[in-house]
């Protein structure tokens, strides 16, 4: 069984910063992909950045240059630090991983319960 924990999240004022941790933990045999996606009250769940094995990222415009995603791969675990927060990134706040539980079973794909970013303005 894998899960996906959060931490990090909480209440801070406009132009302010917060980081973002996620560690898998569980039958794990190896991971492909690790990401942030967030959610905010009455929209769609959406991508805000993904980091690949090789450490490759792709970020959403609206955080480009304001949020930075990384991995550490001996934890298994991803990260993300925001900087110059808006009102609008209010949301919650979930990370992934597309991982191998068994070298024999295909990829599936894992989502923690999310952690809760507020920005004040």
């Known amino acids: 069984q894998v899960q996906l924990v959060e931490s990090g999240g909480g209440l801070v004022q406009a132009g302010g910063s917060l980081s973002l941790s996620c560690a898998a933990s569980?039958?794990?045999?190896?991971?492909?992909?690790m990401g942030w996606y967030r959610q905010a009250p009455g929209k769609q769940r959406e991508l805000v950045a993904t980091?690949?094995?090789?450490?490759?990222?792709n970020y959403a415009d609206s955080v480009k240059g304001r949020f930075t995603i990384s991995r550490d791969n001996a934890k298994n675990a991803v990260y993300l630090q925001m900087n110059s927060l808006k009102p609008e990134d209010t949301a919650v706040y979930y990370c992934?991983?597309?991982?191998?539980?068994?070298?024999?079973?295909?990829?599936?794909?894992?989502w923690g319960q999310g952690t809760q970013v507020t920005v004040s303005s």
């Open positions: 992934n991983a597309d991982l191998y539980a068994r070298f024999y079973q295909p990829p599936s794909v894992y």
């Open positions: 569980g039958s794990i045999f190896s991971i492909n992909a």
């Open positions: 980091i690949g094995n090789g450490g490759s990222t």
